[in-house]
């Protein structure tokens, strides 16, 4: 599968290697058994007044040759901001006072994490901040995981975090909660918002991105039915994601490529506004496990004109190429072209272009351009973490024989041994 410059976002299983470099971020979502089942609570499908309607397909034929008539039926979220929903069927609460039914009024918060989710712990601080500033408000905040009681009971009473979770932990016994909301928007991650107030579901999403639907509901000014549109088509991406990473195991099974390819060209012509990402797929697919690198790069090449003016997709095409694990032909002179329509796009002021300019140089043997254009990426680079990584980049560049670099996932560590720790 193809390479990809978003950033991963957690979820509780682990992706196949490959997923973990598309170009639609599918390196933090498993397949999910719940893809066509609704929450507990939640409005079906098609009956409420802002439940949009899946976009109308083409009837074009595609380069697989499947045709409209053949699409895939996506299904429609059930929870989305406005939806309603039951208050969810919490087990125990581990901390803090139980809860099992909306005070009129209220607002609502529910955290799904997981004691083991390091994204999690990356956003306890911004969760901390948010008690802070809406607890007073009238929020009640709820964390909630389905793992066992002892590991949680064990995992609060830490003091690094008995410090920081302060507020009520529930346990949620078969994931019943889980289905009550996360699943009817097909995107089962951690750490995952859910803002609801008298039963109608506000807003949901990554903490870092709660700052500004808060304040605006809090003031009173926030609008459900604005955010529907949004909600809905990443509802769907999660769907097609979920579908993609099972197609891609039963194709790798059965050796037969070609269920995958025709769903990607089906996610062409009716997420059009996402296109690009699952063309980019079909590319990767292509040159990669499929193994039918001419036709992958003449897609590609069709894709590089099409998006001329896409730093993000030109990017991909490059780094799917040089990059992604599976290719077993790796057209350099078509990267080049990519990195440097990347990089006149950019301006020369994209540090992930000039990145991808030090790793085409490195794949040819070159390390002094390659050190060069890493050293760019650096400067032009003003995320800390990026930046991190570049540097990591530069050292491994200046010690290793300059060669392809494949992309190599880190091997999973092994969970700590303890007591009473059951999986």
Known sequence: MPATDTTAVHARRSPRAILALTGLALTSLAVASFALVGCDGGTPPGTAATQPNPPAASGAPSASGATASKDVAIPSPTVFPGSTVKFPPLGTFVQGSR???FAPGKVYVFEFFSTTCGHCAEAFELLDGLIADYGPKGFEFISVTSEDENVVREWLAKPENTEVVKHGVALDPRSR???????????????????????????????ELAADPFA???????????????????SKLAWARNEMTALETKCAQDGNWTPLLAFLDSMTRQLASKASTFEIQKFGTLIGPAGMPAEGYA???????????????????????????????RDFTFALEMVTAADTVGQQKDARAAELMALYHFSMGNREKALEHQQRAIELEQEGKNKARFLTL????KKEEPKPVPYAPRPAKAPAASASAGK
Not at 182 to 189: E, K, N, R
Not at 306 to 321: C, E, H, I
Not at 394 to 397: F, R, V
């Open 99 to 101: 809860s099992s039914a």
């Open 177 to 207: 909660a889980q289905n009550a909301l996360q699943s009817g928007t097909f995107q089962v991650q951690t750490p995952r918002l859910f803002a609801v107030r008298d039963g109608i579901v506000l807003w949901f999403g990554h903490p």
């Open 216 to 234: 605006q509901i809090a003031a009173g000014t926030w609008k459900p039915s604005d955010h529907v549109a949004e909600a809905v088509l990443n």
């Open 299 to 329: 897609l590609g090449r069709e894709l590089a004109k099409k998006y001329a003016n896409d730093l993000q997709t030109l990017r991909s095409l490059a780094r799917t190429t040089m990059n992604s694990p599976e290719v077993k032909e």
């Open 394 to 397: 530069l050292e491994k560049y």
